[in-house]
């Protein structure tokens, strides 16, 4: 059983940056892949980034690709997303995710899942 709680999400302007992180309860935290989807309203959730188990790969939808980073520290159970020139389609409720998978791009790849936090982009 793993816990997430994210945080680090806000109200950020156009072109602005923020970081998300999320912390993971448990031992065995690096087991899991680790991926980070978001949600905008109306709109289905959609998978944003993903880190292998030892953190050696990473993945990345194509429209965040050198502008987001991911990142992990197993020793603090904790994986990070840096957003960098955000824009204001970005604007969702953003959520991390653990796999039992190496990595995953599907929602259905990820079995626990945090609870989630708001980015908020403004024009």
């Known amino acids: 059983q793993v816990q997430l709680v994210e945080s680090g999400g806000g109200l950020v302007q156009a072109g602005g940056s923020l970081r998300l992180s999320c912390a993971a309860s448990?031992?065995?935290?690096?087991?899991?892949?680790l991926g980070w989807f978001r949600q905008a309203p109306g709109k289905e959730r959609e998978f944003v980034a993903a880190?292998?188990?030892?953190?050696?790969?990473?993945y990345y939808v194509d429209s965040v690709k050198g502008r987001f980073t991911i990142s992990r520290d197993n020793a603090k159970n904790t994986v990070y997303l840096q957003m960098n020139s955000l824009k204001p389609e970005e604007t969702a409720v953003y959520y991390c995710?653990?796999?039992?998978?190496?990595?995953?791009?599907?929602?259905?790849?990820?079995?626990?899942w945090g609870q989630g936090t708001q980015v908020t982009v403004s024009s």
């Open positions: 880190i292998s188990r030892s953190g050696g790969s990473t």
């Open positions: 448990g031992r065995t935290f690096s087991r899991y892949g």
């Open positions: 995710a653990a796999s039992d998978a190496n990595w995953g791009t599907r929602s259905r790849d990820y079995v626990y």
